[in-house]
């Protein structure tokens, strides 16, 4: 897996990282067959609505791929709830190197945010210093590109078996 680049606003709004996101990918649309499918990852929370909106965060997104169906074919990927936080933790880490010593995720180094993230982001500790089950988001610039790469590969790649019959062999 390669992230090639990154969208990284400050103090925005989901409308704005939607233009973002299209301004990004407009020199590479101009080459591609449309419309282009896009497969987009995310919170699940995403789908709350807000006393202060009229709309949610993933109904705006909606929208705009709506009024883009000429450029882009989104493929929503969000569950209905999201994966534990240590769990998608571990499949980002599997992915950056296994166990093995393989890696399988590699970033360009333009992704600063998110290069950053990874570098920086860490697990709350409580007074003796043991690290507790919730990451540490006291710097509000850190964690959101680390979250958003975390959805997309817990969901690709999940470290939890999908359901399901089981095949077994009983001797």
Known sequence: MYVLDEVALRDS???????????????????????VEVHVYGDATGDARRSSASQTDWQLVRDF????????KP????GSSNPA???RVNCVNARLCNQ?????LLIDPRCKQLIQDLERV????????????????S????????????Y????????????????????
């Open 139 to 150: 710097d509000p610039a850190r964690t959101h590109t680390s979250d958003a790469l975390g």
């Open 65 to 72: 791929f709506h009024r883009r169906r000429d450029l882009l």
């Open 13 to 35: 709004n989901t409308g704005a990282a939607c233009e973002a996101f299209l301004d990004r990918i407009d020199p590479w649309l101009r080459r591609c067959y449309l419309p």
């Open 100 to 104: 093995a010593g393989i890696r399988r």
């Open 152 to 171: 997309m590969i817990a969901a690709q790649f999940s470290m939890r078996a999908p359901g399901g019959y089981r095949s077994e062999y009983i001797a």
């Open 85 to 87: 936080v240590r769990d």
């Open 122 to 137: 860490h697990w709350k500790a409580d007074s003796n210093g043991n690290p507790l089950n919730e990451i540490d988001k």
């Open 75 to 78: 493929v929503f990927h969000i």
